[in-house]
């Protein structure tokens, strides 16, 4: 009975050497895995530092500058509005009433050194927030609600100025509220894109008010298709968001690896590692790191896939990296689905504004709109093209999920 106890025990041992073999085994492969992410990562900061940050200028005279801090102060005014101003803006009070007429020029006369500090940014050449990118997603963001609420004041006051005949402070407004949301996102993470979405979104609600009734002249309309074709051509886009906030959440995670086994990582907002993953934080870290690699590459093989397919592909990617049982995967790769679609429908949106924009320009330039839309800016996202009379014509496309978008296009 003695010697088989001793066996059992011998059995015992040998079996937990093994397992601590093998885990140790394990965490070391990790470790090699994490070290190398943590090389990559200051490759990819360095990378994205030394990229070209310059980006077409939306007014004159152009200065060859920075215009990243140039928005600070112009923010800081235009987001402290008080309450009682921002009611007077439906934009921004949650109010049904409309504006009324003299309260909002009183508003934009007290904003007006705010606006001509926003235009004056973008005339500037370069953008480049210089964010700390190694203190991962902790980095703080300091325009994000400030922007937004800066560009629903210029969206409702584009509305005004077109309400009252004048057509081209009208789309000037408007494009000073499109370059400030898309210089906001620029080298920025991916809710720095999303808040561009939601504000362009914001910004074309009027513009479709405004080009149902317009009279703008033919000079107007191609300042403004040509502000909106240098809006389009330097836009970054959701998947170079995204690679920035994988920077972020690897950095994140590589910090995860190396802390204590016990403690939990306020911004990832997980704990300890399970079963699985032998109860290894670096072991946890190394899937999860690979995993956003993965989805990565995924995301760049589909670049130029049709966008449904695109989005398919990419979202069977994600599921397969949060269906392999870790927690710190399942707790960091982002739901892109949603985000996606949104920013898909917002980019569509914005080229068939740029093709309603061109049929304004080619009524006043020729008297008349085009039997057809072929050959004019933003064409390629048309669905649909109807001349309902000669006065008015109508744009549609169907976004990602299957909404139909409008734009009608009529001389006031």
Known sequence: MKRLGLVIGGIALLAVGTLGGIVAMRGSAAGAVVDRHARELRGDIADLRASDASRPVLFEPAEDANAWHLYGSALDVLSAMPQAERDLVPALGNVDRPADPAKMDELLAKYAPQIDELRRALARRRVDPDYPYEQGAAVLLPYVHKSMMAVKFLAQAALHRHDQGRGREAIELAVVALGTSQDNARRGFLVNEIVRVVCDGVVCERLRVMLKSNALTAADAAWFGDALEKLESSRAGFAESLRIDMIGLRVEIVNYARAGLLDRNPVLGVGPPGPRQF??????????????????????????????????????ALARATSTGNPLTAAVVPALGHAWRSHAQCDRELSLLRAAVALVRHRAEHGAYPATVDGLPGASAVAKYTRVTDEEVVVEATAPGGKTLTWTVKRK
């Not at 290894?280 to 130029?304: F, G, K, N, W, Y």
């Open 279 to 316: 109860f290894s934080r670096r072991v946890a870290a190394a899937e999860t790191l690979e995993a956003m690699d993965s989805i990565l590459r995924e995301i760049q093989a589909t670049e130029r896939s049709p966008l449904t397919e695109r989005i398919a592909r990419c979202e069977a």
